[in-house]
Each structure stands twice: as structure tokens, then as C-alpha cells.
């Protein structure tokens, strides 16, 4: 079992966010505290809290419950809950870290909404022109990340550079890539191909030294492992990222089916079934805990829909490192160097 020395660190969880709330985020915030150390604050209601706690004979000893009065649906519109759901366990845990009384705000909970509360009340680091959520997709034995992976669909060309340099950052930090290769994502290869928004980002990209710009991807070329850092705006992003999800379904379904045609493949499937079990851990998105939301004056995970604890637990190892590594400040201090 990896250790870490985080005593320090105040991880804020949202308690009712996503479809197994809050019985599987107690549970993952639990495992993570006793695990990993790190301070946790559960928001969200109290007795349901407990009544989780209980039902599934967990022991809450170090983890505070910060009240909330509210829960925001997973369809609820943002605008709506910025208005009317102050109280609601995603406003309050993200004001928590904007106070200073949390490092670092984790839920599966309504994406749009946490989104929405985070830039209200930690705002955008200085010059920062829009926040971008970033996804670290695996490739068997390597990975890459997708960046912007849905925060933005309407980009500028400045928009994706920043994109890129907080990749970059993320990328050397928190995948521990020396010097990281960056794609820009594309329809093709050439220098002039694509829409207004691709070639100009192109130049820009190009021109800037602090990255290591390889050019255009296609949309193929991202599982051949030829770059680390996938840059594009957060339509195609979330559009690349679904398909990742459902093909990744689709295939581990197909091979499902298969090994359970008939007595000969249902042996095999014995002979397989260690290999076929690593080969799924590698692509589960549990074991990467969520997605960050870059470019905020504090740390923000976006957990799946569907975490169950395993998800939780492994959000906050991914924010004990981001903490680490103190990301936040490196992202502040290259975008402003530059400015």
C-alpha cells in the first residue's frame, strides 16, 4: 500500500453527488482516510451520512460532516443552482476551498454545476482565459491526456495555447513525463489543414518555445502513443473522451460475449481470465479517480457519475499528488511569465 505524508491536506467531498450517494462516496472517503491520512470533510446531510455510515458498519472517527440543506439533480441547469442552491453540497464544498478551509474539491456529482460553483467562488487564476478539464486516458502500458476534455465549446486560439501549457504542466507533474510531446488535435497532419480555430492555434503553438510542439494529430494517431498531451476545445474533447468510454465498453462486452460461446472458448477463458483482468484494470477510469478542472485558484476532481468508493478513494490520491506537486502555483506562474 503506497503512503503519503498528508496530514496536512483538507480534502473537501461532496457526499451527495453521483448515482451511488452518498453510501459510496462515505465509503471510498473513508478507505482514503484511513489509506492516505489526508484531512476529509464530507458535505452533504448529516443523517443521510450517518445513516450510510451505519448501514454499511464504517466508522467515521476523523472525518468531519459539513451541513448542507440542498442536493442538486444530475439534469439540474448550472445557472439555476448558482441561484437558487447556495446551500447545496457542491456550492459549499467549493466555497469551503475558496475560504482557505480545504485544499482540494472532489464529486461525482452534476458536472455542469460543479463546474459553475468552482469558477464562482475560487475564480480563474490571473490571466487565465478559461478553465479546461483535463483526462488522462490510458494505453495499455503508456497514457496521454485529453485536454480540454468538455469545460469549453466555443474556443479561441489563445484559449487552446493555454490549454496546451497547462497539459504540458499536469503531463510533467503529475504523469512524471520528462519534457512531454504536444499534439494539437486535427483532421489531418498538415500545417493549413482543419478550421480557422486549428490553423491559428497551430501558430500559436508553433511559435511558442515552451512546449514541445509535434504538430497535428488525427483522431487515430492518439492510440498509436505519438504524443503525451492531446490538445483541442472541449466539444471535440468530450465528443473523443464519450467514444474512448463506449468503445472501451463495446470491446470488453464483445470479448464477454465471445468467451461465453461455448465450451471451448469458456476454457480459454480460464487460461485468459488474469490477463483479460490487468488488461481491464488498465483502461478503468476508477483507477484514476476523475478528471481536474485546471486553471482555478484551487484544485478541483470531477469524479464520474457512476463512482462507486473505489473512484472516491482513488480522486483523492490524485489530489494528494496534485498538492504535492503543487500544481496550482506552477500553472499561475508559467501562464504569467508569459503574459
Not at 451541513?67 to 459549499?92: A, H, N, R, T, W
Not at 513525463?177 to 497551430?202: C, F, H, Q, R, T
Not at 518555445?209 to 487515430?220: A, D, K, L, S, T
Not at 470491446?251 to 483479460?276: H, N, Q, R, Y
Request: proline residues 3%; glycine residues 10%; hydrophobic residues 40%.
Amino acid at each position: 500500500m503506497e503512503k503519503f505524508d498528508s496530514n496536512n491536506y483538507s480534502i473537501i467531498i461532496d457526499a451527495m453527488g453521483g448515482d451511488f450517494a452518498p453510501e459510496e462516496i462515505v465509503k471510498g472517503s473513508v478507505e482514503a482516510r484511513k489509506d492516505y491520512g489526508a484531512k476529509i470533510r464530507l458535505v452533504g446531510n448529516p443523517d443521510k451520512i450517518k445513516k450510510a455510515a451505519i448501514s454499511s458498519r464504517l466508522d467515521l472517527d476523523g472525518i468531519e460532516i459539513v451541513p448542507s440543506s440542498q442536493e442538486v439533480g444530475m439534469c439540474e441547469l448550472p445557472s439555476e443552482v448558482l441561484k437558487k442552491k447556495k446551500d447545496s453540497s457542491i456550492f459549499i464544498g467549493s466555497q469551503l476551498v475558496s475560504e482557505g478551509k480545504g485544499d482540494v474539491f472532489i464529486s461525482a456529482g452534476n458536472t455542469g454545476a460543479v463546474m459553475a460553483c468552482s469558477l464562482f467562488n475560487m475564480k480563474r487564476i490571473e490571466n487565465v482565459y478559461r478553465p479546461a478539464i483535463v483526462v488522462v486516458i490510458p494505453l495499455g502500458d503508456k497514457k496521454f491526456i485529453l485536454i480540454d476534455a468538455g469545460a469549453n465549446a466555443d474556443c479561441k486560439p489563445s484559449y487552446l495555447k493555454q490549454f496546451a501549457i497547462m497539459g504540458k504542466i499536469y503531463s510533467e507533474n503529475i504523469l512524471g513525463i520528462k519534457n512531454p510531446k504536444v499534439a494539437l488535435v486535427n483532421i489531418g497532419e498538415e500545417e493549413k489543414k482543419g478550421n480557422e480555430l486549428s490553423v491559428e492555434s497551430y501558430k500559436l503553438l508553433k511559435d511558442y518555445p515552451g512546449i514541445n510542439f509535434i504538430g497535428n494529430i488525427e483522431g487515430r494517431e492518439l492510440f498509436e502513443g505519438r504524443t503525451d498531451v492531446a490538445v483541442c476545445d472541449g466539444f471535440v474533447g468530450n465528443v473523443i473522451l464519450k467514444l474512448v468510454e463506449g468503445m472501451a465498453n463495446f470491446f470488453f462486452g464483445e470479448i464477454k460475449k465471445i468467451l461465453k460461446s461455448g465450451t471451448m472458448a469458456k476454457l480459454s477463458a480460464l487460461v485468459l481470465k488474469s490477463s483479460l483482468v490487468n488488461m481491464k484494470k488498465r483502461f478503468d477510469y476508477e483507477e484514476y479517480g476523475g478528471a481536474q478542472l485546471l486553471g482555478l485558484n484551487g484544485l478541483v476532481i470531477i469524479s464520474h457519475g457512476s463512482s462507486k468508493s473505489k473512484a472516491i478513494k482513488s480522486a483523492v490520491r490524485a489530489a494528494i499528488e496534485s498538492l504535492r506537486n503543487n500544481l496550482t502555483s506552477k500553472i499561475d506562474k508559467e501562464i504569467n511569465n508569459i503574459i
